[in-house]
């Protein structure tokens, strides 16, 4: 009976990617579902914001044009009506007149000076940060880390830069760098217009409610490569006055170990070995864990599934009695399969459906998730 489970279990780790990939399923024939833009391609087609290119594609890597940024937005708004102001000569009649009008109209977008908009040129990444944070109606920006070439992003692009990267509405390229004057791609913008929906939705004012029964006590078990998770796990048990414990695999990973787009990097390894994943911690049990009534687990997404390291906790506690939520950064992927992965995996404990969040998801919107869960 056990060999059976195993086997079964082994089956639907190994096909981690295929059951992500049906179950987010994206309809376009160039965004595989295992893509880091996948997530986003799918909230934008929902939602009605981006459609194809034809053919059954979306497109992915392909430069976004203004007048395309500006259609975007301007559904994003509903539409309203517009007052033509004529102000670009080549805007006049085309299919994104109202979407511009209504842009420049609202200070979001302007032209070039020479009265054109430029409607079929690309627009780059710090256009692309520049445009949403205006839309946003140019939020204070607090300046954090610094990119790799920060000194190249463009004096009127930098708080919005700044504002983007702090709400984790925008991440770097390799290696920490924004790449300012890069072209913007569509699945870029699909994931910036994504990760600005969840941002917005932490704007709402969080109920004072404390949601943790007295007498309960949780516990916020977290894996985190490079401090994301970390992040989002510390404001759970901030929020709980919850105790944490931070999953450290004996082999760390370093910068290079993570770098996914260098073949042969240990993660690439690993992701395409499955029997590298079994990575030893440093401490895989608890103390006092009996005590815990509510345990969050907390893990960054690669390829679509928990990021490896957590698995060796998962297998190595009894959850029986336990609620266990699972949560994970990420920057596009949903939650996906992940939680239930590691549901199967543990075999015990009342394991929630879970929440993903953004890279830099605020604080705020944390904080609203954990008021809306209800605990043991
Ligand atoms: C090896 C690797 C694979 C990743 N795979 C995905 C992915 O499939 N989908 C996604 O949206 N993000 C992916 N990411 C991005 C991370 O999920 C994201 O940056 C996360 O917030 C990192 O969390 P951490 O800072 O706690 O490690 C991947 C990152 C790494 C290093």
Known sequence: ????????????????????????????????????????????????????????????????????????????????????????????????????????????????????????????????????????????????????????????????????????????KGYNRFDPRGNATRAEIATMIMNYAQYKEGDEPTPPTPPTPSGSKTLVVYFSATGSTERVANI???????????????????????????????????HEDESLRDIELVADTVENWEQYDNVFIGYPIWWGIAAWPVNNFITANDFTGKTVIPFCTSSSSGLGQSGTLLANMAGTGDWQEGQRFSSGASGETVRQWVQSISLN
Request: aromatic letters at 10%.
């Open 1 to 172: 009976m056990k060999q059976a489970i195993s086997l079964v279990l082994s089956l639907i780790l190994a096909g981690a990617s295929a059951l992500f990939a049906l179950a987010a399923g994206t309809g376009f024939e160039d965004v595989p579902t295992t893509a880091w833009y996948a997530g986003a391609v799918n909230y934008v087609s929902e939602k009605g914001l981006m459609s194809g290119t034809g053919n059954g594609k979306f497109s992915p890597d392909t430069p976004m044009t203004r007048a395309m940024l500006a259609a975007i937005l301007y559904r994003n708004e509903g539409q309203p009506p517009v007052v033509d102001i004529g102000a670009f000569s080549d805007v006049r009649g085309g299919w994104y007149a109202d979407a511009v009008n209504w842009a420049a109209a609202s200070g979001i977008v302007s032209g070039y000076g020479d009265g054109r908009f430029g409607v079929n040129d690309s627009v780059t990444r710090q256009d692309m940060a520049a445009i949403l944070w205006r839309y946003a109606g140019s939020p204070a920006a607090v300046s954090g880390q610094d990119f790799a070439d920060e000194s190249s992003i463009a004096s009127y692009a930098a708080a919005a830069v700044d504002w983007a990267r702090a709400n984790g509405i925008i991440s770097g």
């Open 236 to 270: 759970i048990a901030e929020e709980l006055d919850a105790d944490t414990f931070e999953l450290v695999p004996t082999n760390s990973y370093t910068s290079a170990d993570l770098d996914w787009t260098t073949p042969g990097s240990r993660v690439n390894r690993e």
